[in-house]
Each structure stands twice: as structure tokens, then as C-alpha cells.
């Protein structure tokens, strides 16, 4: 009914940028929050920034400062512009909405992921 579809994902060089994208599409009513989440190898899945219908945002410690989150309401997406890249950056990073579906009621979301990778 609901999807999430990530792109973005890219290899890049240490200290260098990107910006990943997320849409949502399908039978929205409306979308709470939304967020990006990241995985490594051989660990857990960890929050990295949310931010809400209102704008308010928040962020993991290890990227404040260094990524934003963003998102378009009209359009149903969410950004997150990824500066000075760590090679600890490196994971699978997903997408995750709180979607009101139109008669189904509140879902959480996941997207399928987007591989990052900051190496030389």
C-alpha cells in the first residue's frame, strides 16, 4: 500500500558529501515523523536523524554537525545531506516514515536501503 525508496548511495573519498533521498508513495493520508537509520557490518542498526512533520529535528551525536536532515511534505520526502565523511560512515543506510495509510490507519515504514561507502 505504502513505500519507501532510497537513492543516493554512492562510494566516496573521506571528507567529501552526499545526499541521499527517500519517497514515499502509495496510499498516504498523512506522514508523521521520518527518518534515517544506518547498519555496518556487524552491528545494529542505529538511528541517525529524524525529523518531524513540523521541521523539528534531531540528530546521533557521531553526525551533528556534520549531516541534515530535511523534507518536503508536498512532495512526501525526506533528505539527508551527509559533509565530511568519516569512513565510520560506512554502512547500509535506511529510510523509515510513521505513515498514516488511507484506511489501513499508522504503519512504520522501511525503505530497502542505500550502500554508502567513504573509502580512499
Known amino acids: 500500500q505504502v513505500q519507501l525508496v532510497e537513492s543516493g548511495g554512492d562510494l566516496v573519498q573521506p571528507g567529501g558529501s552526499l545526499r541521499l533521498s527517500c519517497a514515499a508513495s502509495?496510499?498516504?493520508?498523512?506522514?508523521?515523523?521520518m527518518g534515517w537509520y544506518r547498519q555496518a557490518p556487524g552491528k545494529q542498526r542505529e538511528l541517525v536523524a529524524v525529523i518531524t512533520s513540523g521541521g523539528n529535528t534531531d540528530y546521533a551525536g557521531s553526525v551533528r554537525g556534520r549531516f541534515a536532515i530535511s523534507r518536503d511534505n508536498a512532495k512526501n520526502m525526506v533528505y539527508l545531506q551527509m559533509n565530511t565523511l568519516k569512513p565510520e560512515d560506512t554502512a547500509v543506510y535506511y529510510c523509515?516514515?510513521?505513515?498514516?495509510?488511507?484506511?489501513?490507519?499508522?504503519?512504520?515504514?522501511w525503505g530497502q536501503g542505500t550502500q554508502v561507502t567513504v573509502s580512499l
Open positions: 523509515n516514515a510513521q505513515i498514516w495509510v488511507l484506511l489501513t490507519g499508522l504503519r512504520d515504514v
Open positions: 502509495g496510499s498516504i493520508f498523512t506522514i508523521n515523523n
